[in-house]
Nanobody
Framework: QVQLVESGGGSVQPGGSLRLSCVVS????????VGWYRQPPGKQRDFLAA???????NVSDVVKDRFAISRDDAKNTVYLQMDNLKSEDTAIYYC???????????WGQGTQVTVSS
């Protein structure tokens, strides 16, 4: 069974940084893409960034100036580096793996990020 396990969330002051990690139980290359979404309290889950098996990167315009996605193929891990965090970045952050329409999508359990002074 495919598992995606996030870590690295926590509480940080505005202007601070966090790096989230998503460890995938299978090879990253078995996915079309692996990426990140977030869901603020009472709001919908929104796309943040994704990296394809071929290394193509897509980052939401909302965060592209502050967030960056990367991966370590040897560790089957995808990272989300978040800098200059703002209070509006407070949310649960989810890792997402897409294996295509026939093989489905997979979600991690989420990790809480709280930005507050």
């Amino acid at each position: 069974q495919v598992q995606l396990v996030e870590s690295g969330g926590g509480s940080v002051q505005p202007g601070g940084s966090l790096r989230l990690s998503c460890v995938v139980s299978e090879s990253i290359f078995s996915f079309w893409s692996v990426g990140w979404y977030r869901q603020p309290p009472g709001k919908q889950r929104d796309f943040l960034a994704a990296i394809s098996a071929g290394g193509n990167i897509n980052v939401s315009d909302v965060v592209k100036d502050r967030f960056a996605i990367s991966r370590d193929d040897a560790k089957n891990t995808v990272y989300l580096q978040m800098d200059n965090l703002k209070s509006e970045d407070t949310a649960i952050y989810y890792c997402h793996g897409d294996r295509g329409p026939r093989r489905g999508v997979f979600w991690g359990q989420g990790t809480q990020v709280t930005v507050s002074s």
